[in-house]
């Protein structure tokens, strides 16, 4: 039987893990890049790209590369969130037939179902590519607060991906596994002895908090680890609070230091929203390890050099609305779980936003101690859905776990109230019926409408879904009674019935999320793309058969004549067209060519090559970007 592989699909970066002699481990790229970043595009010669891939190509391909899209998936186009998004990105978000929130790619609209779907395609090839065998199945992880209809779309995004979805795990449950098996430290679990190990590293009695702020989502969650058993206490967040956020925070603030200095406002500009972007992000992560910088932009809309001094106490400023909104969350979870801070013994820092020195402090601050640092935080999740995995298989035994609704489910009620049949942090697997009646005389059926989430008033809440029961026995008003059942698995997807005690009418549901593709829209995808793949075998039958296949050597003579031909054409319009260049992205871009004929000349490594022609490219571009703006 084949492995089951554990993926944390993230906002920003996704991650694959698997057990190996009872503990994971991370499976790295060909390259050795223990993540991928979580972004796909179409390329100007209209071949998909996932990736580094894709990344390498965003500033040249911005309206054909998408990214963060886990912050669409699942979500209405006439959310506040999407709208908010909308504003931000640099392709364009469209509304599909149901109304959700689609991407378009070459002008094709797509779900974001299927974008993410490529990312766990390129996860699920790391891993056969690193096992040397299929890897069909496998546990992914979604925030906690990912609602129903999150949920369902990550499951259909595995299934459009050709995975067997085993399980659905909260993202903060899964880092606590990672931490309460005690595998970073590299010691090996063994399957059969984890409640001893347990014992032995005093991990027994723990309570944990997971503070998980990751690329698109914030999460904390509150477990009890005792005897082997991981306890959901209780658990919060913000589904659009991450590290995007802070970045747009720092783009904020270049745009307007960059309308002081030439009066122009670049802020609907998508070309330089994007630059400002990348090195927004660049920013971020170079004061996290040094006190100041200076942000430098060759060549934007005509200024020949942007230079904006940063320090870590002006990005703190800029982004403290941001951290602000992490503290509720952290308190509300405690005070669901009936803590005090005091009462934690140990604070698990997860997502590679809490490399940030101010985000540790929040974290410090709001729990009364110092964060563990044992754990990395981009891979902590991959790793616990490994542990999961394992679980599954039965590689690791010893360990259970008691997860939680991270959302209170119920039903509308008269006066378009929400009545709560399962409070949020309820520990799930859960079951629970409750008797409603009818609210008009001689009622002949009852409309069951499934709400998630915690506002009294009805239309402030998500709809999962609408049913009815028919057949109701006529009779006054209060009479009948109605038994309405909410079942919720271990993935936290729900299941509703209703049934009337009198007749025994009974209807029941899988909750089918209003949001989301339908079973023959993803059939239709998983067709579309088993003819794709076999129409691309045959042909490449037909070039084996009719062609020797390239050899490395005309690989290499195909990328020289490549980098000649840049270094031609740049050299040619520099001539022509660049007497105007000057100051220093003239000489970046000369110091570009040299290198670039002397690789050229000396130099057999493809990595070289391909390096230096992207580099060519990106000093290119700032000339034509400058010779744009003198249009």
């Known amino acids: 039987m084949s492995k089951v592989i554990g993926i944390d699909l993230g906002t920003s970066n996704s991650c694959v893990a698997y057990i190996k002699d009872g503990r994971p481990v991370v499976i790295r790229d060909e390259n050795g890049e223990p993540t991928t970043p979580s972004i796909y595009a179409i390329s100007a010669t209209n071949e998909p790209l996932v990736g580094y891939a894709a990344k390498s190509q965003q500033s040249n391909n911005r309206l054909n590369t998408i990214f963060a899209v886990k912050r669409l998936i699942g979500r209405k186009y006439r959310s506040p969130e999407v709208e908010q998004a909308m504003d931000r990105l ?59 209809s999150q949920r369902q779309a990550t499951k259909d995004a595995g299934r459009l991906a050709g995975l067997d979805v085993l399980r659905i795990i909260n993202e903060p449950t899964a880092a606590a596994l990672a931490f309460g098996l005690n595998i970073i430290d590299g010691k090996n679990v063994l399957r059969n002895e984890v409640k001893k190990s347990f014992r032995e590293r005093n991990q027994a009695d723990r309570m944990i908090a997971v503070f998980d702020l990751g690329g698109g989502t914030f999460d904390v969650s509150i477990l009890e680890l005792r005897d082997g058993v991981f306890d959901v206490k209780a658990t919060n967040g913000d589904t659009y609070l991450g590290g995007e956020d802070f970045d747009m925070a720092i783009v904020g603030y270049l745009i307007d230091e960059f309308k002081k200095v030439t009066g122009r406002d670049v802020s609907k500009d998508r070309k330089v929203l994007q630059r400002f972007k990348d090195a927004a992000r660049d ?47 952290c308190l509300q979870a405690l005070e669901d779980a009936g803590l005090a801070p005091s009462d934690i013994t140990d604070v698990i820092l997860v997502g590679g936003m809490t490399r940030m020195p101010a985000v540790k402090k929040v974290a410090r601050d709001i729990f009364e101690q110092e964060p563990l640092d044992t754990i990395d935080p981009d891979e902590a999740v991959a790793l616990g859905a490994a542990v999961q995995a394992g679980l599954l298989q039965g590689y690791v035994k010893g360990v259970s776990l008691l997860d939680v609704t991270s959302l209170s489910l119920g039903i509308e009620i008269q006066g378009a109230r929400m009545h709560t049949v399962i409070p949020r942090n309820t520990t799930i697997p859960t079951k629970k019926t409750e008797i409603f009646t009818t609210s008009a005389p001689n009622q002949p059926q009852v409309s069951i409408h499934v709400l998630q989430g915690e506002d009294d008033f009805a239309p402030n809440n998500k709809s999962l879904g609408r049913f009815e029961l028919m057949g109701v026995r006529p009779a006054p008003r209060g009479v ?51 003819m794709e793949e076999e129409q691309k075998r045959r042909r490449d039958e037909r070039l084996q058969r009719g062609a020797v296949a390239i050899a490395d050597a005309d690989v290499l003579a195909e990328q020289k004549r490549e980098l000649k031909s840049a ?40 990595n070289e090559i391909a390096k230096v022609l992207e580099d060519l490219q990106e000093r290119t571009d700032a000339l034509e970007d400058y010779l744009e703006s003198l249009w």
């Open 480 to 530: 009948p009674d109605i038994a309405v059942t909410f079942d919720v698995d271990a993935e936290g997807i729900v299941h509703v019935s209703a049934k009337d005690l009198d007749t025994q009418e009974e209807q029941r549901i899988e909750i089918i999320a209003s949001s989301g593709l339908t079973d023959y829209e993803i059939d239709k995808l998983l067709r579309d793309k088993a």
């Open 283 to 329: 920013a971020k992560h170079d004061l996290s390890d040094r006190p100041k910088i200076d942000i430098e932009l060759p060549f934007v809309q005509g200024l020949e050099h942007m230079k904006v001094p940063m320090d870590r106490k002006l990005m703190e400023e800029l982004c403290a609305p941001m951290l602000k909104r992490i503290e509720d969350p």
């Open 90 to 148: 640099p392709y364009a978000v469209v509304e599909a037939d149901n109304g959700d929130a689609w991407v378009e790619i070459n002008g094709v609209p797509t779900s974001p179902e299927e974008v993410s779907s490529q990312v766990l395609v390129r996860m699920r090839d790391v891993a056969e590519y690193y096992l040397k065998e299929p890897c069909r199945r496998a546990v992914i992880t979604v925030p906690a607060h990912f609602n129903d």
């Open 567 to 606: 270094i031609f054409l740049t050299q040619v319009k520099l001539n022509t067209e660049g007497r105007r260049f000057k100051g220093r992205g003239r000489v970046m871009l000369e110091d570009c060519l040299a290198t670039a004929r002397d690789v050229l000349e000396n130099s057999s490594e493809s």
